[in-house]
């Protein structure tokens, strides 16, 4: 398949972005081609998301919601020869599987286990929004219905939920708390409560058993990641974010700092298209885990950033 094109999807698109909105830019090209096209659009201030054909047509067969998500609410600004429409055109509805959506259960049993600490409270509202959002989204187009705003979600679930779900305020808080975050900015003081909130929400709305027992230090939990089968690359990568803050607030580096840094800047550029780079990423967390280790960092209190 070969085709070039550029596309904005999001709430730029549906016409209900505020302030907490990320300008989302899909590029669809082969990778020598790329550079340049994403450095302008990233000047620009769009949050840029570069696909190949082969990883389209990949995400496709594997029903990534994406793809529906691109043929509904995007607006494409270049296509040659329209060969990206028309693909899109031909991508049906793959509605996700029951093992699919206990994974997104399963991601946010594990982000509940984690207990509050200021180093990551900033972390796990982004990584509860981004798991909660795509559990929503996933859960309403297995029953074929396609919703991807919060406006949106919102209405649908209440439609299916109502007398278990009122609204998604707390989820909105935690869009805002993720904002923050992203811009490197305090997020709101509400947020744990938020975050708490919202975890409760979801147990009851769909009938989950969230665990009681909590990591008694985020060091305890980083450990126990060695061991942990992650549900997606996601969620590994999430969690190699989640260690290397740990790790830098008690003053160690990363040799490779720059380059664990842009995939940690960069999350949702390494999802179900991105198999390739898992090795890396795992490697990133074995080396993250073992600089633990070796300085014993359980028994080290962290370094005050503000000195």
Aim: aromatic content about 10%; glycine content about 2%.
């Amino acid at each position: 398949m070969n085709m070039f094109a550029i596309a904005e999807f999001g709430s730029t698109t549906r016409k209900t972005q505020d302030c907490h909105s990320d300008r989302d830019l899909l590029i669809v090209c082969e990778l020598k081609t790329s550079r340049e096209f994403v450095k302008n659009y990233c000047e620009q201030g769009y949050s840029v998301t570069l696909l190949t054909p082969s990883q389209l047509t990949f995400m496709q067969k594997r029903g990534s919601l994406f793809i529906q998500h691109l043929k509904h609410e995007s607006r494409i600004l270049m296509d040659t020869n329209t060969e990206f429409s028309k693909w899109l055109q031909s991508c049906p509805l793959i509605a996700p599987s029951e093992e699919e959506i206990q994974k997104c259960f399963s991601t946010i049993e594990f982000i509940s286990t984690w207990p509050f600490d200021e180093r990551l409270i900033a972390w796990q509202a982004d990584f509860l929004y981004c798991a909660s959002r795509d559990l929503l989204i996933k859960w309403l187009a297995r029953k074929g219905i396609l919703a991807f705003g919060l406006e949106n979600l919102e209405s649908e679930l209440l439609s299916q939920k109502g007398d278990r779900l009122e609204n998604l305020d707390n989820l909105r808080s935690l869009r805002k708390a993720k904002a923050a975050y992203r811009n490197d900015k305090e997020v709101p003081p509400d947020t744990n409560k938020a975050v708490n909130t919202w975890l409760t929400e979801v147990a009851q709305a769909f009938e989950v058993n969230l665990p009681i027992k909590k990591f008694s230090t985020p060091e305890d939990g980083i450990s126990s990641l060695s061991i942990r089968r992650f549900s997606s690359s996601y969620e590994l990568l999430r969690s190699v974010e989640a260690a290397y803050h740990i790790v830098r607030s008690h003053g160690h580096i990363h040799p490779d700092n720059e380059k664990l840094l842009k995939y940690i800047q960069n999350p949702n550029a390494y999802g179900s298209s991105q198999f390739r780079k898992r090795r890396i990423i795992e490697r990133y967390l074995a080396e993250i885990i073992q600089i633990m280790t070796n300085s014993e960092l359980q028994r080290m209190l962290p370094i005050d950033p503000r000195h």
